[in-house]
């Protein structure tokens, strides 16, 4: 099973939303299954792509387990709701897989600030920022289609793996 990750921003641009979409299906065409939360933006957009090749997690799909890893990574974890935890748990799973120990191969989002790692989140990346720093975190390649440098490492992974451009 090939795993990876499409998430973002709830208000990405349409040409980049027109893009995760025709980018899911490749990678389903290709046996990639998507890994995502179901929210509105870049997570439609993957799951509209993805056709039936995808895990969808939810704030109540969240464990303690989950919501545990989710918490190394959130800079003020103690400052957030009891639903706003579980977002971020629901992150996890999405990044990790189920067992919390099977990892995408790698994730392809967009956020505003443009980050793709631990170290340069802000308050700016969002619920995102959570995916990032665990996959970050994780050695896991983070691809953030709101970064010209990422987007261009994207492009020579996808061309690697015949994904296309």
Not at 33 to 52: C, K, N, Q, T
Not at 83 to 107: C, M, W
Not at 118 to 132: M, Y
Not at 149 to 159: G, M, V
Request: hydrophobic share 35%.
């Amino acid at each position: 099973m090939k795993d990876y990750t499409g998430v973002g921003s709830r208000k990405v641009p349409s040409v980049t939303a027109r893009f995760m979409r025709e980018l899911a299906v490749r990678l389903n065409r290709l046996g990639y299954i998507l890994r995502s939360g179901g929210a509105e933006g870049a997570d439609s957009a993957f799951e509209v792509g993805a056709g039936e090749k995808k895990e969808i997690w939810r704030a109540d799909d969240a464990t303690q387990e989950a919501m545990d890893i989710a918490a190394r990574y959130h800079g003020a974890w103690h400052l957030c709701s009891d639903y706003a935890k579980k977002l971020h748990g629901r992150n996890t799973f999405q990044v990790l897989g189920r067992d919390l120990i099977t990892p995408s191969e790698f994730v392809i989002c967009w956020t505003p600030d443009g980050i793709t790692s631990h170290a340069d989140r802000t308050i700016k990346t969002g619920g995102t920022g959570t995916a990032i720093s665990i996959a970050s975190e994780h050695g896991i390649p983070v691809y953030n289609l709101n970064n010209k440098e990422s987007t261009e490492r994207f492009k020579l992974f996808a061309r690697a793996r015949c994904i296309g451009n």
